[in-house]
């Protein structure tokens, strides 16, 4: 045969060599018939039939030579001959089946797609179903993010009775399609799944979320309820209870959420709507019953902040239960939350006088001047007793609160049981002595016990009902400075008998009033500090340096309760500054040249002693002419280079005494906003420079040295915490042996694109291996890294890989970076990184599936 085939050839070659194509066309036709796939005879019949303009015929040969260079390995040259010869001419569903495998290795998806749909039409019109559905899961696998792609395999799989690979699809189409907030379709594609699998939990749990989120708890709760009774999950528990919730099954309800909170002890939010659901429906002393269950149990987990918190807004929104005020006022009475109680105890002396629960209104009245006799309330309490009890009561209740009661704002006295027409009033003068003495001996007494919060209150109240009497009172004088604090925030002047103002004989004391403060009040000292923290937080939430100069010009004006605030921000003078500027709605903006203008004059002019920068608009026309009377400003300084480097200036559209505290807060702020912009920039250059995949937004594994000297040193400077986590995929090396470095590359980016949707926009993620990503968390202790790794595990128990498997699990690793002075920065990442190490290592020997967090040295 061997010999023919030569004759064959040598024939078909001189035909060639003498330009007779047809005679060469019929001798390696002749090779072909006895060797079917010889290379020479296939290459050199396609090309004759190019040369002779006959395409169609020349593809046929040139497809037969694709095939033999696929079963080679060549697929380099099978690509070529396609691409250039085939793809004009419908070919065989095999071979596009091949082809589009041969382009998905090459990374060229939306090509391979396109062939493997081609293909499934074809296989579909040869009723091919078994290759027509291994295409349907390749483009799904190509296109992991099309719900339909899911759906048209689910629909193929169903029809071809693979229950299984149909019921994943469906759920996989339902989870794309909720994320994209097309909640009709994924109900029907949780519908199919189910239906397919009803024994499956995964689908159970994900059908009766979306019946959840489309208002249908009753078939949620239908769902979920034949798996209930050995469920120990938190996620069914919190999905389960959520269903009962929603229905008005209370007492289950109870019991599941119970049953969730010993497992994830981090919020009592639900059991506090299942006891408002108690009220609701009438049944106050159930949710009494619950309310101090739940007390137990939060001050064990040392959660008393919460728990206050969810009592508060209980008593707001059901005011008129008798039994909610009388448990909210015992569990504050046990938590020794004085002014929390007292607040109850005023809400359930209203419900029972307004119920007619006389005693019961006159046993809350006798604690509530117990707890503070000098509330000027107390007066208006005993007047609407007056006449429905006995007199004997009000005479003792009145004299415990008289006193106070001519200290307080009111003009009008009480006039019923107790008032003595026989016997004289005592003097208003009197009365304030004596309130006066007896507020000094309770914050003595405070004092003595090392009680400063509580003294520091009583003298906050005694500042308020006598303005200045340290200036005449010598005991009172050094009380304050006992518990070294003052009303203005400093020591007054030394007492001048000599000067002291003689009283008007002529006209009665009038009552003791409350003026209005002249200096700085404990709860405006309180409100700017609260407010430091909430723009502190505010700025680390923002992407870009001028979203960081926005939030912060925005928060400052409302703040201070400007007409304006304006920023301008510039590294240097040469820079063209970051402006943004806030303004009241009745007003418009001034524009960036406009900030910039008003911005160098305030740096001309000198700050005074507070640091503060004033411009009247007297002296500076400028102010007029956008609708400002006065402002107050500072300088914005980078400490580091000792440079100013822009301003922060708030003004009123009328004249306004500017007073020291709102220069010291515009300082405090300024300060942080430098830091922010400054970390902000060096943040997104980072990203810049060093982002190794834009699909899953992740920093190359050489930006992770650069970034943790950067973070560390910064957390060095600011003395705050600085923490990462590594998350792995378990048993990654053995995936990628299985599963090929394409496939699980798209699972990896698949997960980081999950993980990063759920950090913080400081927060920095560096893809650290192939299976693994690091996230670097600035301003985080070691514990709330350890809560981030374990919200992350759970975001990824829900990513699922391309090949069937469900056993692939996540580990992860939390440690903070010490704050050892002794160590430069060099050493201290060193030291951090092997710590990590070692912590993964110990995981990886203990089989994974777990969450480590490291102590710190």
């Given amino acids: 045969m061997s010999q023919d085939v030569n004759k064959h050839l040598d024939r078909a070659r001189r035909s060639l060599e003498k330009n007779k194509l047809r005679e060469a066309v019929t001798g390696y036709q002749a090779v072909l018939e006895e060797s079917p796939y010889h290379p020479e005879a ?45 793809r004009p001419f419908p070919q065989p569903p095999d071979r596009l089946m091949r082809y589009a495998t041969l382009l998905q290795k090459q990374n060229r998806n939306s090509e391979a797609i396109e062939q493997f749909a081609a293909a499934v039409e074809i296989f579909h019109e040869q009723h091919r179903d078994i290759e027509a559905l291994a295409c349907c899961e390749s483009i799904a696998f190509l296109d992991p993010e099309n719900p339909l792609r899911h759906a048209t395999l689910g629909d193929l799989a169903e029809e071809l009775r693979h229950s299984d690979l149909a019921a994943r699809s469906f759920l996989r189409a339902g989870q794309l399609a909720l994320a994209g907030c097309a909640l009709d379709d994924a109900l029907e594609y949780f519908k199919r799944a189910h239906h397919l699998t009803p024994e499956d939990r995964t689908c159970a749990l994900l059908f009766a979320e979306a019946k959840l989120r489309k208002g249908d708890p009753e078939g949620a709760v239908t769902l979920l309820e ?60 159930k949710a009494a019953d619950l309310l101090q269950q739940m007390k137990e149990w939060m001050r064990k987990t040392r959660r008393e902040g919460e728990l206050s918190n969810q009592l508060d807004r209980l008593a707001a929104a059901y005011p008129h239960s008798i039994l909610l005020a009388e448990t909210t006022a015992q569990i504050y009475e046990e938590l020794n939350r004085e002014a929390k109680y007292f607040d109850a105890l005023m809400r359930l002396f209203d419900l029972y006088f307004n119920s007619e629960r006389i005693k019961e209104a006159c046993d809350t009245l006798d604690r509530l001047v117990d707890v503070d006799p000098y509330d000027y309330r107390n007066q208006e309490r005993i007047s609407k007793l007056e006449g429905k009890v006995d007199d004997t009561f009000l005479q003792n209740i009145l004299a415990r609160a008289a006193k106070a009661a001519t200290v307080s704002t009111r003009t009008d006295g009480f006039s019923g049981a107790g008032s003595g027409e026989g016997a004289p009033p005592a003097s208003e003068e009197s009365r304030a002595q004596q309130a006066l003495e007896d507020l000094i001996v309770q914050v003595e007494i405070f004092l003595q016990y090392s009680l400063q919060s509580k003294a520091t209150e009583r003298l906050t109240r005694l500042a308020q009902l006598f303005p200045g009497e ?35 004989e002529s006209a009665p004391a009038p009552p003791v009033a409350i003026p209005a403060p002249v200096a700085l009040t404990p709860e405006e000292t309180n409100r700017d500090l609260a407010a430091i923290g909430e723009i502190n937080r505010a700025m680390y939430r923002q992407a870009t340096a001028q979203e960081v100069v926005a939030a912060t010009a925005a928060h400052v004006g409302k703040h201070l309760g400007a007409t304006r605030c304006l920023i301008a921000v510039g590294a240097n003078a040469n820079d063209t500054p970051l402006v943004a500027e806030y303004f009241e709605p009745s007003t418009n903006a ?174 920095l993620a560096v893809k650290y291996t192939a299976w693994s990503v690091v996230f670097i968390l600035p301003d985080t202790t070691v514990a709330n890294a ?35 002075a002794s160590e430069d920065a060099e050493d201290r990442v060193t030291e951090w990184i092997n710590r990590a190490e070692a912590g993964l290592d110990e995981v990886r020997q203990n089989g994974g599936n777990s969450i480590m967090a490291l102590a710190t040295p």
């Avoid at 593809?59 to 691409?83: N, V």
């Avoid at 639900?270 to 429906?281: M, P, Q, T």
Wanted: with cysteine; glycine share 8%; net charge neutral.
């Fill in 786 to 820: 350890r809560r981030l790794a374990e919200k992350l595990r759970q975001i990824a128990e829900t990513v699922r890989p391309s090949w069937e498997s469900h056993n692939v699990t996540i580990s992860a690793v939390a440690a903070e970076c010490s704050s050892r």
């Fill in 470 to 504: 340290e200036e005449r009172n010598e005991r009172l004088r050094a009380l304050y400075e006992r518990a070294n604090w003052w009303p203005n925030g400093a020591p007054s002047k030394p007492i001048r008998p000599a000067v002291a103002a003689q009283p008007v």
């Fill in 590 to 763: 001034v524009g960036p040249s406009r900030i910039t203008s008003i911005a160098k004059v305030a740096g001309t002019i000198a700050p005074d002693a507070f640091g503060g920068i004033v411009l009247e608009s007297a002296n500076d026309p400028e102010l007029r002419d956008i609708g400002m009377e006065s402002a107050l400003g500072v300088m914005l300084t980078d400490k580091e280079a000792q440079a100013a480097v822009g301003t922060l200036l708030v003004g009123d559209a009328r004249p306004r005494k500017w007073k020291p505290n709102e220069a010291f807060f515009l300082q405090a702020v300024g300060d942080q906003l430098v830091l922010s912009v400054t970390h902000t920039r060096l943040r997104s250059l980072v990203r810049t420079l060093a982002v190794a995949d834009e699909k899953a937004g992740l920093l190359s594994r050489g930006a992770y040295i650069d970034c943790l000297l950067s973070e560390s040193n910064r957390a060095r400077t600011h003395g705050t915490p600085l923490s990462l986590v590594v998350v792995e995929i378990d048993h990654g090396g053995d995936l990628l042996r299985q599963h090929g470095d394409v496939v699980v590359d798209g699972y990896v980016d698949q997960l980081a694109r999950a993980l990063c949707s759920s950090i913080r926009q400081t927060d």
């Fill in 42 to 86: 296939l290459q050199a019949l396609a090309d004759i039939y190019t040369r002779l303009n006959e395409p169609g015929m020349a593809a046929q040969y040139y497809g037969a030579q694709f095939d033999r260079l696929i079963e080679s390995g060549d697929a380099a040259k099978a690509s070529a001959i396609f691409s250039r010869f085939l």
């Fill in 226 to 285: 034949p798996l209930s009774p050995d469920e120990k999950d938190a996620a069914f528990l919190a999905l389960f209870g959520e269903g009962l919730l929603r229905t008005g099954r209370l007492d289950r309800a109870r019991e599941i959420f119970a049953m969730y909170y010993k497992l994830k002890p981090d919020s009592f939010a639900k059991l506090f709507e299942v006891a408002g659901g108690y009220i609701r429906n009438g049944e106050d002393l």
